[in-house]
Nanobody, 127 residues
Framework: QVQLVESGGGLVQAGGSLRLSCAAS????????MAWFRQAPAKEREFVAT???????????YYTDSVKGRFTISRDNAKNSVNLQMNSLKPEDTAVYYC?????????????????WGQGTQVTVSS
């Protein structure tokens, strides 16, 4: 069992920055693919970014097109954490952001691929 707890959400003006963190506990963290998803009101949960486990200590990052160049995902295996640095925020980035973990790491963009989820943290970007 893996427990995930997000933090760092809040209210920010357009053009500002936020850093989300996800603390993981319960099992070996290093071999999990970690990701961030988001869900805006009345919309489905969507993929934002992932660090996909490739084996032998290697990870590869993927981003949805709308956040490329603005968001950066990183992980600290010593602290069992994954972060999402969000810069140049836009009102359309407003959503609840969720941290997710997958041992298989396939179909990294799919909600169904992840076994474990955090409770979410609200990000609101004002215009």
């Amino acid at each position: 069992q893996v427990q995930l707890v997000e933090s760092g959400g809040g209210l920010v003006q357009a053009g500002g920055s936020l850093r989300l963190s996800c603390a993981a506990s319960g099992r070996t963290f290093t071999s999990y693919t970690m990701a961030w998803f988001r869900q805006a009101p009345a919309k489905e949960r969507e993929f934002v970014a992932t660090l996909q486990w490739k084996g032998s200590g290697a990870y590869y990052s993927y981003y949805t097109d709308s956040v490329k160049g603005r968001f950066t995902i990183s992980r600290d295996n010593a602290k069992n954490s994954v972060n999402l640095q969000m810069n140049s925020l836009k009102p359309e980035d407003t959503a609840v952001y969720y941290c997710a973990a997958s041992l298989l790491g396939q179909n990294y963009y799919s909600v169904q691929a992840y076994e474990y989820w955090g409770q979410g943290t609200q990000v609101t970007v004002s215009s």
